[in-house]
């Protein structure tokens, strides 16, 4: 967690320069129209969906000993996954015009077409080297080793600040573009000393095509895979109409969809990174009433930490985006676009915190059709949401841009009810009484720290911004805390436990 903290501070300095620098030009809207078709290329080759696969049948081969067999099944998917991602990035460079006319942003006129293909030109190699990463990644998190392969984002995101501060004065957005490319060799590169020191470790050239466990891989993945398909033409479409929708759409889901991402990677993507390996020895030992409690305490856990940063950037978006972001180039049109899809995309941290726990739940138990299905049809959903909120949006005389975020957050709120009453089912259990008792405790704190912001607000904002915003997050988190406290939160008593046995040593 402390490493997804660091990564997403740096993640947001990057984010703050970009506005800072392009603000919600042509520019920076090319920009990210192409890092999007970049980052579906590494998502459906090598993101989610081959990790959620390898892991289980790596960890299981780890868990018994059988390591020479482990290696080589993790570099035949070294091999072919470099292999798929080299012949696309090669197919994208050739034609990249019509990718970016056709299926990026046709809303784009000619010029606009043609910035955002040389970007893409550029921007898709990350996509290839992104894919080794990956693996590597999944191979640290199956030796439990954690902390290199989520410190490597904020090494991702010191190649964008290199690209913005030293390349693009002199090379203009295509310096970024290149830092982007710089980045993804730097999230390689951190994993390599720490991979040279595992046991057992070798690499086989070779693609394993013969082997029962890369079959085994491939069948896992396939459904994952569809699922993380659905999941990426979601935001394809959204920068599809983004792009018909006014100047700085594109940019605006952009900023905002982060700053409701870093609080979520924090606290759901880091407990359940590091779940995954632990519910998948679980399940390899047999242990199912030990997997039920530990999915039941990290639900709370997600759940007690979710719900205050929800309610929080709902209430601080405005002033969060003006700080961020806010310069010569990025206005004050620019923060209203931002901060109004932060409105919408916040809503939905919860939901986005509770299917990341409970997929990988049902990935340890080698069951990845019933996520990816239910996620398909959320996905589906999300489809049809956002087409209907950005017309009633335009019809309501709201921004637009604002109705793809809220479709967003609704299928994911959908999509997490439908997979733990799935898992309830499948466990015989999850602790539904605790896990009811955590959000219910998370609601009336954080109703307790609405008011101490609103408080805030209304005396020290207005007469500075920045001392409102922090003093506003010191004590409404303090606020939140002391109130879990009184409510007899076990959780808090644990952590507090833990940190005074830390401080007495």
Same mark, same amino acid.
Request: aromatic share 10%; with cysteine; glycine share 8%.
């Given at each position: ?31 990210? &129209? ?41 570099? +035949? ?63 640290? #998190?199956?030796?439990?080793?954690? %902390?290199?392969?989520?410190? &490597? ?98 940019? &605006? ?57 929800? *309610? ?15 310069? #010569? ?34 990935? +340890? ?20 949401? +956002? ?9 309501? #005389? ?6 793809? &975020? ?29 896990? %009811? ?12 720290? *609405? ?55």
């Amino acid at each position: 967690m402390a490493a997804f903290i660091t990564s997403n501070l740096i993640g947001l300095l990057a984010k703050t320069l970009t506005a800072r620098y392009f603000g919600t030009t042509i520019e920076s809207g090319a920009f990210f &129209a192409a890092n999007r078709f970049s980052e579906i290329l590494f998502s459906l080759v090598a993101g989610g969906a081959l990790g959620s696969a390898f892991i289980p049948v790596f960890t299981g081969m780890l868990v018994n000993k059988n390591y020479q067999k482990a290696w080589k099944l993790a570099s +035949s998917i070294i091999n072919i996954v470099t292999i798929i991602l080299v012949l696309l990035s090669i197919l994208t460079i050739l034609f990249s015009k019509s990718v970016v006319r056709y299926v990026l942003a046709p809303g784009f006129d000619s010029v606009q077409i043609e910035l955002t293909a040389r970007l893409l030109r550029i921007q898709v190699l990350s996509s290839v080297i992104f894919g080794m990463s990956g693996i590597l990644m999944a191979i640290l #998190n199956s030796y439990q080793h954690f %902390f290199l392969p989520a410190i &490597a984002p904020a090494m991702y995101q010191i190649g964008w600040i290199f690209g913005i501060v030293v390349l693009s004065p002199g090379m203009g957005i295509d310096g970024l573009a290149w830092g982007v490319v710089i980045g993804a060799g730097l999230h390689l590169a951190i994993k390599i000393p720490q991979m040279l020191s595992l046991d057992g470790r070798s690499y086989s050239f070779g693609l394993g095509l013969w082997m029962d466990e890369v079959k085994e891989v491939a069948r896992l993945m396939a459904p994952r895979l569809l699922g993380v398909a659905v999941v990426q033409l979601n935001f394809l479409l959204n920068t599809f109409l983004a792009s018909f929708q006014q100047e700085g759409a594109i940019t &605006a889901i952009s900023l905002a969809f982060p700053l409701m991402i870093m609080p979520q990677a924090a606290i759901a993507q880091s407990i359940a990174i590091a779940a995954l390996p632990t519910f998948s020895a679980l399940v390899a030992k047999g242990d199912m009433e030990e997997m039920q409690r530990t999915l039941a305490s990290t639900l709370r856990a997600v759940i007690l930490l979710a719900i205050p940063a929800s *309610v929080g950037l709902v209430v601080l978006r405005t002033p969060i985006v003006q700080l961020l972001y806010g310069s #010569n180039m990025f206005d004050t049109n620019s923060v209203d676009l931002v901060a109004w899809a932060l409105l919408w995309y916040a809503i939905g941290l919860l939901g986005h915190g509770v299917v990341e726990i409970t997929s990988r739940a049902f990935y +340890s138990l080698h069951d990845t059709r019933t996520p990816v299905a239910i996620g398909v049809g959320a996905m589906v959903m999300n489809l049809g949401l +956002s087409l209907f909120f950005t017309f009633l949006f335009n019809r309501i #005389n709201w921004m637009p841009h604002g109705g793809l &975020a809220l479709a967003n957050s609704m299928a994911t709120a959908i999509e997490s009810v439908i997979l733990l009453i799935l898992m309830k089912k499948k466990l015989k259990g999850i602790a539904a009484p605790k896990i %009811f008792d955590a959000a219910w405790k998370a609601m009336i704190a954080s109703l307790t720290m *609405v008011f101490v912001i609103v408080l805030i607000e209304r005396t020290i904002m207005r007469q500075s911004i920045l001392a409102g915003t922090v003093l506003s997050i010191f004590f409404g988190t303090i606020s939140y805390f002391c109130v879990l406290v009184i409510l007899k939160t076990s959780e808090v008593k644990r952590a507090a436990a833990l940190i005074w046995a830390k401080l007495t040593k």
